[in-house]
Structures are given as C-alpha cells and as structure tokens.
T-cell receptor
C-alpha cells in the first residue's frame, strides 16, 4: 500500500530564512504528488502539484523518483507562510483519491 | 461561488447512535470524496462517489456508507458510532475522477462522540 511520510511535525524558522519541508513516499508505481496547505482558520487548499512544475507563492517542489521524495522549498520564508502543510499522493490509476502525510506545521517568526 | 459546503459544522453524538453528514460540491464539480481527519493526523480517504455510485473505497468498515444525489451533493452515514469515530470529516469535490484534477475541500464537520 502507498504511504506518505512527513518526518517533521513542526518546523520553526525566522523570516528570510530558507525553508525545506520534507516529504517521502512509498509506492511501486508512478504517483502524482501534491502539496496542500491549511492557513489558520481556512480550509485545506492545493498549493502545488508536481505535474505542473510551477512555483506558487515562491514555493517549489521537485519530484525525485530515485529518492522517492517531494520536498517543498522556499528560499526566503515570510511570516504569512506560517501554516500546516500536507504532502499527498494520488495513484496514477485514473482516480483522484489522495493519501496524505501527517502534516508539518511551519512557523515563521519575525 | 461558495465552493464546497458541508453541514452541520459541529455535531455531538453518543456511542451506538447513527449520524448523517452532508456535502454540496463546488459548482461544476461532479465527483465527491470523503475523508476522516483524526486529531494530529492527515486526512484519511473514506470513499469517492461519481455518477451516484461509490467508485473507490478506503480502509473503513461497512458502518461507513454514503450516497450521491443527481445534483452531485453527497451524504456520509456512520452507524453504531464508536468513540474512535470522533474526528473532522472533510468533503472534497473535483471535476471527474482523473488523478490530475485538483480536489477542493470544504471546512469539514467536527464530530464528537461521547
């Protein structure tokens, strides 16, 4: 069965520091990977997905199939980046169901 | 567009009771998925409905059942409630079942079992 691991429950950085939220997955096939974010008092929303290969709010994520990782990175953290971040995968089988990690809380201090 | 809407917001039940949660998908979406999010955990997939049929199911017992109506709205039913069913229940909608279609989430229903 597929699994998503986010090893850090909490990541605390100062404003302007680089950020890397780690995500590893286990799946024998070729999944699609996503990062979802939940800001305080807001609903869970899609941040980015690997097939788009885009940068959203300064965040990027590269799928490394060799290391089965999909780490989320931002060179300079902002206070408004403070939120809960979930890595998720969808099996490339035609169905959009998601398997989520446990999430990492990012706190950016001034 | 209000996006995905769920009702009720909060619900308190006792063990052994039954509960029904409701979800209206984002306008234009036809696929509804339900997730259970326990405290401190990521959302866990329960099942997905498309064209009024359950298409995919996660590792949940038969006590969890659902329905999708012709207007694409959906219900999640849980029978014989257990303390462990206390969680946030999230509904997500998408256009079609394709894995490259992003899912849009509602605010969830917080279910507490006493």
């Amino acid at each position: 069965a597929q699994r998503v691991t986010q090893p850090e429950k909490l990541l605390s950085v100062f404003k302007g520091a680089p950020v890397e939220l780690k995500c590893n997955y286990s799946y024998s096939g070729s999944p699609e990977l996503f990062w979802y974010v939940q800001y305080s008092r807001q609903r869970l929303q899609l941040l980015l997905r690997h097939i788009s290969r885009e940068s959203i709010k300064g965040f990027t994520a590269d799928l490394n199939k060799g290391e089965t990782s999909f780490h989320l990175k931002k060179p300079f953290a902002q206070e408004e980046d403070s939120a809960m971040y979930y890595c998720a995968l969808s099996l490339n089988s035609g169905y959009s169901t998601l398997t989520f990690g446990k999430g990492t809380m990012l706190l950016v201090s001034p | 567009d209000a996006g995905v809407t769920q009702s009720p917001t909060h619900l308190i039940k006792t063990r052994g009771q039954q509960v029904t949660l409701r979800c209206s998908p984002k306008s234009g979406h036809d696929t509804v998925s339900w997730y259970q999010q326990a405290l401190g955990q990521g959302p866990q997939f329960i099942f997905q409905y498309y064209e009024e049929e359950e298409r995919q199911r996660g590792n949940f017992p038969d006590r969890f059942s659902g329905h999708q109506f012709p207007n694409y709205s959906s219900e999640l039913n849980v029978n014989a409630l257990l303390l462990g069913d206390s969680a946030l229940y999230l509904c997500a909608s998408s256009l079609g079942q394709s894995s490259n279609q992003p899912q849009h989430f509602g605010d969830g229903t917080r279910l507490s079992i006493l």
